[in-house]
């Protein structure tokens, strides 16, 4: 029987959460695909696998914390579809320019007064 939309969301944040691969690509379609900033993109479970293994050497202490599951405005924006309960698209957006001030790799803007 196939997962639900929220078992397939919760497993995927869990295990991304653990850093466990092969968790998440269990909640992953066969066609699946990501989009992310900077015109990166993929198909296919071990593109995404590749993806967030990236993202999890960049930054080891990757966590995600879900406050409530609707529409908002935050600092990223994560849109999945599913179907059968796995995952077939991801797209991730946010703001490149922020998250570079935050590292120190740019400068922040002046304080306005």
Known sequence: MAMTIREAFQKGTDTFNAHDIDGFTSVLADDVVYRAPGGMSGQGPAACAR??????????????????VHPVAVHYIH?????????????????????????????????TS
């Not at 993806?51 to 409530?68: E, L, M, N, Q």
């Not at 991730?92 to 922040?108: H, K, S, T």
Request: hydrophobic fraction near 50%.
């Open 51 to 68: 993806f967030f293994a990236g993202w999890w050497d960049a930054f080891p202490d990757a966590h995600v914390d879900v406050h409530a």
């Open 79 to 111: 849109m999945l579809r599913y179907r059968d309960g796995k995952h077939v698209s991801f797209n991730l957006l946010f703001d490149r320019l922020q998250m570079l001030e935050q590292l120190g790799l740019i400068p922040a803007p002046a304080p």
